[in-house]
Each structure stands twice: as C-alpha cells, then as structure tokens.
C-alpha cells in the first residue's frame, strides 16, 4: 500500500523535526533587524510564545507528512510536501528565534508530533476534499493564533514579529492553495474540536 522509501522518508523526517535538524530554505526574515531590548521578564515571556509557535510548527510537519503518507492523490501528496517544506522554514526560524531569547523547545513536542501525525493521516484516509479542508481550517486556526501573538509581543522585539509576519502570510497562502485545489469546509463540530485540540497545545507548550 505504502511505498517503503516514502516510509523510510517519513520516519526521518520525523526524527530530523524533533531533533531540530532542518534547514531553511529561505532566509530567515529577522535577519537585519537589530537585537531589541528586553527586560528578564519580556525575554522569557517571548521566549514563552515562541515556545508555542515552535510547537506548532512541530504539528504542522508532523499533519502535512500524515496527511501526505494516506492522501489518495498524487496531485495532492505533490501539495502537502511543498507546503510541509515551508513548514520547515517556519520551524527553524521559531528555534533560531527561541535559541536567541535562551528558550527551550517544548519537552511534549515528541508527542505532540505523533499526536499530529495520527490526525493527519486520518485525515488523508478521509478523502481528497476532506484532506484539503483540514488544511484550510487548520491553516486559518495558526493564522488566528498568530494575530493574536503579533499583538501580545512587546512593541520593541520586530525580530520576532518579522518572524510571525511572514510565517502568518504563508499560511494563509497555504490555505487559500488548499481552498483553490478543492477543500471543503469541515463540519462546525470538526472545527470545535480542533480549536479544543490546539487550545490544549498552546497551554500545555506555553508552561512545559
Ligand atoms: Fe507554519
Ligand atoms: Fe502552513
């Protein structure tokens, strides 16, 4: 059913997210702007949000590597990957960021990654439309969920908001591309319980 290199594939990218081994393959959009300046308790509490963002990008590979694993077309595996590739922009500019403030990445993110897989390919096995309207809601939760990190980050720190901005700008193309392809709205019971989901992950990676 499954092609073993594609597995084999999956599996290390699995271990390069959680391990932190990715690459960027766009610059990182803080580059140039100077280092702001943060009192103890600002740093950490960035430090506390990136956290999150971090968490959420460890989510966002692990659903885009499930979903493209069970997806039922060429044409859409061929979407999730690309997108997952910018996702991994996203990762490794929220880990240079946290690195900077002396944050550490959530000890839950191993779980949150299988957590994440498991939904994505569920979602996969759902069907070509269904798989693109997880992405669509999916894609415009961060996007809400970044708003409102813009607007509680200190005035000051633009390097984290340079960050947030260009990742909140790809995610709503990635939702619009996942519309344009053919993606559903899912179902308000859907949509309630993954707005429940990502409230849990954004308490628990805010703390731990
Ligand atoms: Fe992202
Ligand atoms: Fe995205």
Not at 25 to 46: C, T
Not at 78 to 94: F, G, I, K, T, V
Request: glycine share 6%.
């Amino acid at each position: 059913m499954f092609d073993i290199d594609y597995l084999i594939n999956t599996f290390d990218s699995a271990l390069r997210t959680l391990h932190g081994v990715c690459n960027s393959s766009r610059p990182n959009p803080a580059a140039g702007i100077p280092q702001p300046e943060l009192s103890d308790n600002e740093r950490k509490y960035v430090a506390d949000l990136m956290r999150v963002d971090h968490t959420g990008e460890i989510c966002a590979q692990a659903l885009y590597h499930g979903q493209a694993l069970t997806a039922k077309n060429r044409h859409t595996r061929r979407h999730m990957l690309h997108a997952a590739e910018q996702e991994a922009d996203h990762l490794h500019w929220c880990k240079q960021r946290l690195d900077e403030l002396q944050g550490h990445a959530s000890l839950l993110n191993p779980l949150w990654y299988a957590g994440s897989f498991a939904i994505g390919a569920a979602a996969g096995l759902a069907g070509n439309s269904w798989n693109l309207g997880f992405i669509m809601e999916t894609e415009r939760q961060v996007q809400a969920h970044l708003e409102q990190h813009l607007r509680q980050l200190p005035k000051q720190d633009q390097r984290s908001r340079a960050i947030l901005r260009q990742i909140r700008e790809d995610e709503i193309q990635h939702a619009d591309n996942a519309m344009h392809a053919g993606g559903k709205p899912l179902p308000e019971s859907v949509r309630r319980s993954m707005k429940f989901i990502s409230r849990i992950m954004t308490i628990t990676a805010y703390r731990i």
